[in-house]
Each structure stands twice: as C-alpha cells, then as structure tokens.
C-alpha cells in the first residue's frame, strides 16, 4: 500500500487525527519561515503524543549542520527531510554524524535531470518530488507534470506538490509512488489557517490513496 506522510502538524490533535486515520507519518517543520514551524520543543511534545508505528520527518531547508543536531537533541526524529539546495556531501555527513536516514526533496521542472539527483543522492531512503515555484521551500499548494517522472527511478518515490483528497487517487495510479506528502492540501480553508488540519479532509485524502491502492 502506498505511505501516507502529513506534513506541517502543529497540533497534538492534528497529529492523533493522522494516526487514527492511517497515517504513516508526520512531518515537523524546523524551517523559522514557514508558516508551519514548530520549535524543538514544540515537536518533542508532538512526537511524544503519537502511538506506536507511527514515524515522525523532520524538515530543514539549509540549516547549519549544528541546528540539525541541536534540534536532534531536544526532537530525534526518525527520519530527516532536507527541503532545501543542501549537497549530496551536506545530507551523507548530517545523516551519518545524526544517526538518523534522510530524505532529498526536490522541486521538479522541466529539465531537472531526476536520474543524476537519484544518482547523486544515492544513499537516500527516497526522492521526495515537490513542486517548483520560484522563492518557495513547499506548502504552496501547486502540483507539477507528473509525467516528469522518470519510470526507471531507482530510489523509492515520495509525492509531493499540491496534492488533495481531490486529485490524490488520480496521482497515486499516475505515479505508482512509495508514498504520498500532503500539507496544505488537508487544512481548513483560510490563510490564517496554516498548519491547522481538518479531520475530514485527512479521513478523505486517506480514504483517496486506498481507493487507488485496490
């Protein structure tokens, strides 16, 4: 069955709401500028409150190696999320002094060559493939040509990019990922809503990737 990551959680509730869902995991936002951010320890209290099985991500857009593992000592997630233009050299050294595996984020367009970054990033648990839009790190709600995706990727794909309870049936059987990344696509409408989640929308997205799955 395809994974289901729900990222940007702000709220011990929005975090329960994900695991009795189905959830797979969760992601935590150490980036100051998103909307979204939650601090070290902030997120502890959020990992402490979700049951077993259930693994916490933990987003940075090119932090200094030593905010990584500050934050790692106040919230060990179980898996790193590099959201930013970090280096093959930057993920391997953080990862291996952390003791924690690592996701690559990309934000495809045309002419991103998917195969080198694979290649580059080869001791990456997966590729997470975003969206791109110019100034932006995610959570902008806009989705890219799936068909950018080459067949033959040979790390394990995470889908990203403006997905909802809407279109995420049509791109689980599209692109056959790993698993799929929704943020905005599951929080209650609104601008002054940013990292608050609806049940609703997360029981629907859910209900979506599983309905795709059969």
Known sequence: MTAIKICGITRTQDALAA?????NAVGLV???????????????????????????VGLFV???ANEV?????????DLLQFHGDETPDYCRRISRDCGVPY????????????????????????????AYIEGTHGGTGATFDWALIPKNLPLPVVLSGGLTPE???AAV????PWAVDVSSGVEISGSANKGIKS?????AFVTGVRNADV
């Open 19 to 23: 695991a009795r869902c189905g959830a």
């Open 30 to 56: 150490f980036y100051a500028k998103s909307p979204r951010h939650v601090t070290p320890g902030r997120a502890a209290e959020l990992m402490r409150a979700l049951p077993p099985f259930v693994m916490s």
């Open 62 to 64: 090119d932090a200094a």
């Open 69 to 77: 593992t500050q934050t790692l000592a106040q919230a060990r997630v």
């Open 103 to 130: 996701l690559k984020a990309l934000r495809v367009r045309h002419g991103l060559d998917l195969l080198q970054y694979a290649r580059d990033y080869h001791d990456a648990k997966g590729l997470l493939l975003d």
């Open 167 to 169: 279109n995420v049936a």
């Open 173 to 176: 059987r599209a692109v056959r």
């Open 199 to 203: 049940v609703a929308k997360i029981e």
